[in-house]
């Protein structure tokens, strides 16, 4: 798949400390430092500087963004059971404007309700077509599909997280 220059991946919604904070190239240093078979300290250390490289970390929060790190290195290997607080969201779609605003509408929900989730756009054909879902934009939020081929309102994409959230607690 090729990308353009100006598109930039979604960010990856991790809780740190208690706010939920996208982070912009989680995904791909995760994906080396798995591929790279890091220890946890050099894990934590590589993916510290290059979430560092691409996002702004003030200085007083080194600590628990370090311990948010780890905790989805974790989580990546199976060694952590995924935190039963965090929601899986699916945004489907080409990566039109249609998708960025309801990725956008997402990260509003959920700021909006505190909550954190494990959140990613999936532009892939093949990889749509395999969630059962042949129109999109779509919306899938813990393997469930809530929309497909239409945009839901701010309102809807709330009532989904929100529902979802204490689902999940």
Request: hydrophobic content about 45%; charged content about 25%.
């Amino acid at each position: 798949m090729h990308h353009k220059d100006n598109d930039i991946p979604a960010p990856r919604t991790i809780k740190v400390g208690s706010a939920s904070i996208g982070l912009i190239g989680l995904d791909p240093a995760l994906n080396r430092a798995i591929a790279d078979k890091l220890s946890e300290e050099a894990a934590v250390d590589f993916l510290f500087a290059e979430i560092s490289r691409q996002n702004y970390v003030p200085a007083t929060a080194e600590e628990s963004y370090r311990t948010a790190l780890l905790a989805e290195y974790q989580r990546r290997l199976g060694k952590r059971a995924a935190d039963s607080g965090i929601l899986t969201i699916r945004v489907l779609g080409s990566g039109c404007v249609t998708c960025n605003r309801l990725s956008a509408m997402l990260f509003e929900a959920l700021q909006k309700f505190s909550l954190a989730a494990d959140m990613e756009a999936v532009h892939d054909l093949d990889e749509i077509w395999r969630f059962g879902v042949t129109k999109t934009p779509a919306l899938i939020i813990n393997n469930r599909v809530k929309c497909a081929g239409r945009m839901p309102s701010l309102a809807e994409v709330e009532e989904w997280v929100q529902e979802e959230g204490a689902a999940k607690k």
